[in-house]
Antibody, heavy 117, light 112 residues
């Protein structure tokens, strides 16, 4: 069955760095555009970043541009989010998803990032 | 960015009764390809979001028939014909027609 499993979350100090991973299985990851979506505690969903299926195109929310970097390794069926210069407002659960526009929309269980001193 | 505005933000419902959530976008969600990339998600307490409806009115696989979506242009509605206990959670609308994708604020559905 389809699985997206995020990992790499944790507690980090302001200004620090973290790398999130999203391991995909059960579908053809290498043909899927992928996204990161986050949810601050008690808040709604916020789109964060996008990467095309072959890595040829990427985009970011203005709130994270220049600090977060999305990447993927199709040989490992894994999506990444490199986070740097972290701020308190980046505290959230980070989900990976294909945000499909047609059938077969997939989401992971999320990984919590807490930015605190 | 396209602003998605949901109402109400809180919806107490009686089991077995219908429920309706509205979502309005700040601009038309009809894409140049003729499709409308508007979707509804459910997030049960402690769980990841799960898409219920894609492209306005298409139910995702495994979604009960009591859920239906309708609308066009800038105004959309999610209806639950008879609310069940497992429907408790937060419902989000989302548009994928215009870049970047944007979500509504969420509507919390609870049982009276």
């Amino acid at each position: 069955q389809v699985q997206l499993v995020e990992s790499g979350g944790g507690v980090v100090q302001p200004g620090g760095s973290l790398r999130l991973s999203c391991a995909a299985s059960g579908f053809t990851f290498s043909t899927c555009d992928m996204h990161w979506v986050r949810q601050a505690p008690g808040k709604g969903l916020e789109w964060v970043a996008f990467i095309r299926y072959d890595g040829s195109n990427k985009d970011y929310a203005d709130s994270v541009r220049g600090r977060l970097t999305i990447s993927r390794d199709n040989s490992k069926n894994t999506l990444y989010l490199q986070m740097s210069s972290l701020r308190a407002e980046d505290t959230a659960v980070y989900f990976c998803s294909n945000l499909a526009v047609a059938p077969f929309d997939y989401w992971g269980q999320g990984t919590l990032v807490t930015v605190s001193s | 960015d396209v602003v998605m505005t949901q109402s109400p933000l809180s919806l107490p419902v009686t089991l077995g009764q219908p429920a309706s959530i509205s979502c309005r976008s700040s601009q038309s969600l009809v894409h140049s390809d003729g499709n409308t990339y508007f979707h509804w998600f459910q997030q049960r307490p402690g769980q990841s979001p799960r898409r219920l409806i894609y492209q306005v009115s298409n139910r995702d696989s495994g979604v009960p028939g009591r859920f239906s979506g309708s609308g066009s242009g800038t105004d959309f509605t999610l209806k639950i014909s008879r609310v069940e206990a497992e429907d408790v959670g937060v419902y989000y609308c989302m548009q994928g027609t215009h870049w970047p994708p944007t979500f509504g604020q969420g509507t919390k559905v609870e049982i009276k």
